[in-house]
């Protein structure tokens, strides 16, 4: 089960790219090639976006686009 830091975060990844409009952005791939799923550990999803610059009208997506 999702922590609720993960579960804040995705939410608030949401949010940011509803409120985005059609702006443009760039789409990240969520979790690489593991995609959204059940993380193998606890920090998976917070590590994959640590490493990402996500602004404001980027996408979020599970697969390739």
Same mark, same amino acid.
Request: hydrophobic share 50%; glycine share 10%; proline share 3%.
């Given at each position: 089960?999702?922590? #609720?830091?993960?579960?804040?975060?995705?939410?608030?990844?949401?949010?940011?790219?509803?409120?985005?409009?059609?702006?443009?952005?760039?789409?990240?791939? =969520?979790?690489?090639? #593991?995609?959204? $799923?059940?993380?193998?550990?606890?920090?998976?999803?917070? &590590?994959?976006?640590?490493? $990402? &610059?996500?602004? =404001?009208? &980027? #996408?979020?997506?599970?697969?390739?686009?």
């Amino acid at each position: 089960m999702a922590s #609720k830091a993960h579960l804040s975060f995705l939410l608030l990844a949401l949010l940011a790219a509803s409120l985005a409009g059609p702006s443009a952005g760039i789409f990240h791939i =969520v979790g690489a090639g #593991k995609g959204w $799923r059940i993380a193998p550990n606890q920090t998976y999803y917070a &590590d994959w976006a640590r490493t $990402r &610059d996500i602004h =404001v009208g &980027d #996408k979020l997506s599970k697969f390739a686009t």
